[in-house]
């Protein structure tokens, strides 16, 4: 079904014109909306696809619920790719995991890792290259037929998550107890952090050059480490707290051990480190828990580091699938979104210096208006996940307007001069159409939402749009992410990098 056929074209269709239309998952109440998945598993009759208006260039599907669109065959795909996803996020918990463990990834499907010095005859259209930025950023490319110079086409994402870091002398004792003290990277809702088992992950870098990699809880039979809560037997004079108070910043504190001499015996004897090590360290405290399905159908996935490993993962995935593209092809997963970019962020020149080295080798030579040109020649997806219309929550976000939690791939669309240039969409959706990507847009009242690195690129001189995916409890110890919607966020980005994509799979939608 296309949008000029969609009830009121322009908006999102109200739930009952949804139910209407066959597509309606939700009784619509007037406190809210229920969810009732599960009764609505039938795919829909091919038919409905098949009526595109014969003036479209492509089918371009009303937005709805993805799941009963899906022939039995892709429902398996979407399955087997969310096991491999959840099998990777139980390691990649960490931008510094992620890279690790990307890397792996690129180099069994055929990516080398880049250097300045590659001569030019390895680098033909096809080849496969790998660059990393100080172990916590990443970008994989596949070499177009035209040249860089030409412009390119990038799927950004970031692969950092908010979390609760060390502070460089975070060991305190109190009242018989040893605890560690903590800042939080990115926008924390505390309360969500207490209680639950923490596994501390990072680095530690001695005056040697050494770099020592810790991981303690993530083991089944590792200890953990907890933030204590109050029981509600002596919690009086605290109830008139505030909720984003109910845990102070400063209150958290995670119990290290009993005793502090035990706990750098333990240390030393695990990771020979001593306290002033701790110094030159980047530890992060992070949910021990590992990935797990959510509900009886098992189309949700709950786990931390959704925002933004989703699309992280998505982005290995379907630059993996590139094959020779007319334009270069770049997947790029880059730290610290959560906090403002600093050096391995999209605000480093890193990336710059990483484009103007290929095209000194393509064209053997290199000056500045040639990256200028490649820019402005150059398309960029940025992705990120959004938050989902909450069944609990609906009112503060706009229910035609808002993202749905299984509706696929969101267009982000933030307005303020923050939105991207209106024909630059249009390229867009015809990719996403063309190639049977089931796609929604997500947009916040007056007042609510958060940020995008998307002006990096634009402040480049790249075309750029915000995707993602709509997530539920986003920023807590246990996103919530539907599997289609990953799976239709990975199409697109194949679409869009330029992987061969199945004409079958796309005329049946
Ligand atoms: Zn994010």
């Known amino acids: 079904m296309g949008h000029l056929r969609a009830p009121g074209y322009g908006r999102r269709a109200t739930e009952n014109e949804l139910r209407a239309s066959g597509f309606g998952l939700r009784a619509a109440g007037a406190c809210g909306a229920i969810v009732l998945g599960l009764l609505f598993l039938a795919p829909l009759p091919r038919a409905m696809a098949a009526q595109a208006p014969a003036a479209a260039a492509a089918a371009e599907p009303a937005p709805g619920p993805v799941w009963p669109r899906l022939s039995p065959a892709e429902r398996d795909q979407v399955m087997t790719f969310g096991e491999d996803f959840k099998a990777f996020m139980t390691k990649a918990k960490s931008e510094m995991t992620f890279v690790h463990e990307a890397i792996g990834y690129a180099e069994a499907h055929g990516f080398k890792r880049w250097s300045p010095d590659v001569p030019k005859a390895a680098l033909t259209p096809g080849s496969r290259w790998y660059a990393v930025n100080r172990d916590r950023t990443i970008a994989l490319f596949v070499i177009g037929r035209d040249p860089v110079t030409s412009g390119t086409r990038i799927v950004n994402a970031h692969i950092d998550a908010v979390r609760i870091e060390l502070k460089p002398k975070p060991f305190r004792t109190s009242f018989d107890v040893e605890m560690m003290v903590t800042q939080p990277h990115g926008g924390l809702k505390n309360y969500q952090w207490v209680n639950r088992p923490l596994a501390l992950i990072g680095r530690i870098d001695k005056t040697d050059g050494k770099t020592i990699w810790v991981d303690i809880g993530n083991d089944p039979g590792d200890p953990v480490f907890v933030i204590p809560d109050l029981a509600p037997h002596v919690d009086k004079d605290f109830r008139d707290r505030k909720s984003h108070d109910v845990i102070g910043t400063e209150e958290m504190r995670p119990i290290l ?253």
């Open 257 to 509: 051990a009993m005793t502090a001499r035990d706990a750098m015996a333990a240390l030393k004897a695990k990771y020979g480190v001593t306290e002033s090590d701790f110094l030159s360290a980047d530890l992060q405290l992070v949910p021990a828990d590992p990935p797990r399905d959510v509900g009886l159908d098992r189309q949700l996935m709950g786990l931390y580091g959704d925002d933004d490993r989703l699309s992280g993962y998505a982005n290995i995935r379907a630059i993996a699938e590139v094959t020779v593209p007319e334009k270069t092809a770049i997947a790029y997963c880059v730290n610290n979104e959560e906090v403002n970019s600093w050096d391995t962020g999209v605000q480093s020149q890193w990336f710059s210096t990483l484009v103007a080295e290929i095209i000194n080798v393509q064209e053997g030579r290199y000056d500045e208006l040639m990256l200028r040109h490649a820019y402005e020649h150059s398309q960029a997806l940025e992705s990120d996940c959004t938050t989902a219309l909450n069944p609990l929550f609906p009112q503060p976000q706009d229910p035609v307007a808002a993202s749905r939690l299984g509706w696929g791939l969101a267009v982000k669309e933030y307005g303020s001069g923050k939105q991207a240039l209106s024909e630059y969409f249009a390229k867009v959706r015809r990719i996403f159409d063309d190639n049977g990507v089931l796609w929604q847009t997500h947009s916040y009242k007056a007042g609510y939402g958060g940020g995008t690195i998307a002006q990096w690129f634009a402040n480049a001189n790249i075309d750029v749009i915000d995707v993602g995916v709509g997530i539920l409890s986003m920023h807590s110890p246990m996103d919530i992410s539907s599997k289609a919607d990953l799976w239709e966020l990975y199409r697109g980005f194949k679409a869009f990098l330029g992987a061969p994509m199945a004409p079958a799979a796309a005329a049946a939608r």
